[in-house]
């Protein structure tokens, strides 16, 4: 549903145009002049209707106070000249009146629907877009086969979706693939990524304040996919909620709710349960969340989807980096095959992208790949910190972060290692580090 502001200072009129708004589901405000519709902050409409000729200032004069806010201008007087001062002034459309109501709600259609893509296009631009091969998921496993098996069921309806595996097993793409496969892949898919939000900011990041949309109205007509979605703080949780029951929002600090049109994937790894029993996570909303639950293999229990998968990989890096004709030895692939992978398909394309970076040959060997078993991600004793240990930096993170989650926050890791908290969730997605279940949580 969208919010629209009706501008018109003849009851009648604007009344049958409420109407006709209300009876197509849209939600509707009115003025009876400029000066009373910029008594609201117009940044929350999705689309205004103007006339022309208003009591004081003419309707045009909206266009540049709305901003973003597209503004649809009305007038009895219907001329060329009029149309096309209205339109150089900005304005999206020109109808005249007495209007029809088909031509009207053809014409809000069209505008609402323009600006459900701009959002999308501003949602893609902010957001990182992976290069994965959403269309074609790599791996013929049995439990890929099911994975994508129940995806193709899931995927056309509007159904929420739950998303659980362990990092870099492949949420994102999964989530991807679900908006690709739905009705939706004409509207905006707009990832989250929980974790990398500070508490204090969730609320505002996700829905908006008086300045601007918050991330869940720029899904509206698409998706949202909310990645770690129990990091969320418990009063977004509690937003979140109605989001899902009642389909509506409020903003920071606004009285007024807003329909919203998204449907909600989310991902966590394997502890949210773990998260419920220990009261960090509402269950309503696990439950409201979990409708459809989809479990991602490790690429350990895999292990025919290892080389396919790994081939795919080297193509797009080899392509990305300008490096053709390269190919997987037989030790390479024997390395690989011997490998337990603790970061998942994201640690497999790391290795990948590196071994591109340091051969010089068109054959890439175990040298290249560097999967040393000693590298794998393990509890080591706080004596094993030796500052004197010739550790690169990687090495020395792992070591650190493996060593004491069990007893420190996120916060209180980022501080130790004197990064921000975002800095700190990037490196454990790029290395692969799973946050441990019994990590404290305050």
Known sequence: MSHILIVEDEPVIRGALRKLLVRHEHSVEEAESVEQALENNLNQFDLIISDLRLPGEPGTN?????????????TSYASLRSAVDAMRLGAVDYIPKPFDHDEMLLAVDRVLKEGRLNRGNRA???????????RNMVGDSPAMQELKH???????????????G????GKELTARALHEHSKRINGPLVSIQCAALPKNLQLTELFGDDEQPGRIEEADGGTLFLDEVGELASDVQSRLLTLLTHHEIHRQGSLSPRRVDVRILASNQLDLPNRITDGSFRQDLYYRLNVMELTLPPLRDRHEDLEPLANALLARGSEKLN???LHFTPQALGAMHSYSWPGNVRELENVIERAIILTEEDGIGPAQLGLNPSRTPQRVSRASLDPSEDLSLEDYFTRFVMENQDSMTETELAQKLGISRKSLWERRQRLGIPRKKSSIRR
């Open 323 to 325: 490096r053709p004709n």
């Open 124 to 134: 893609l631009r902010r957001d990182l877009e992976r290069s994965f091969p959403v």
């Open 150 to 164: 129940r995806i193709s069921r899931v995927a056309p309806t509007n159904t929420p979706v739950l998303i659980m």
């Open 166 to 169: 362990e990092a870099g097993t």
């Open 62 to 74: 909206l266009i540049e106070a709305a901003g973003n806010t597209p503004v649809l201008i009305m």
